[in-house]
């Protein structure tokens, strides 16, 4: 981690987002970690995937990067509707009715699991904010994930 003159407040902030070639198509997704004046990037790629799972892999990456057996107070902020609408409304009624959604069986469940047990992990607000407008850790994020397509494309 980086040391960083931002956000020094107890909480870990998480800021997230995922972008798709051609949807689906090759895909990538983009962190910025924010805790007591620290700061932590990650990125990575698919070959083939969707935007929606890219978002989805974002906070997965994340989560999954803390260390193990401690509890954290945690705000993810995503772009994505999806994703914050699926953690915060969706979920608990898709669980209940067997992993349907209205139309069918919920699409990515395995993705959506992963994030519903990460989530009993620690205390986590999913925050939408609106995608590249004003908020620079968001902006960031999104070129991470466009660098992963770039890279990935080209190697």
């Known amino acids: 981690m980086q040391k960083s003159t931002e956000i020094s407040d107890n909480i870990l902030h998480i800021y997230t987002d995922g972008a798709c070639m051609n949807n689906p198509g090759p895909g990538g997704w983009g962190v910025v970690m ?36 401690n509890r954290y107070t945690i705000r993810v902020y995503s772009d994505s509707q999806y994703l914050i609408n699926g953690m915060n409304k969706w979920l608990v009624n898709w669980k209940r009715k067997g992993w349907r959604a209205t139309k069918g069986p919920v699409k990515n469940r395995e993705l959506w699991e992963t994030l519903d047990a990460l989530n009993k992990l620690h205390d986590i607000q999913w925050i939408w ?9 968001n902006i960031f994020c999104d070129q991470l994930a466009n660098e992963q397509i770039r890279i990935n494309m080209t190697a």
């Open 129 to 137: 904010i609106k995608g590249h407008a004003s908020n620079e850790h």
């Open 34 to 69: 924010l805790y007591n004046g620290v700061r932590k990037e990650l990125a990575g790629y698919a070959p083939k995937t969707t935007n929606n799972r890219m978002e989805m892999a974002a906070p997965i990456a994340a989560l999954e990067s803390l260390k193990k057996n």
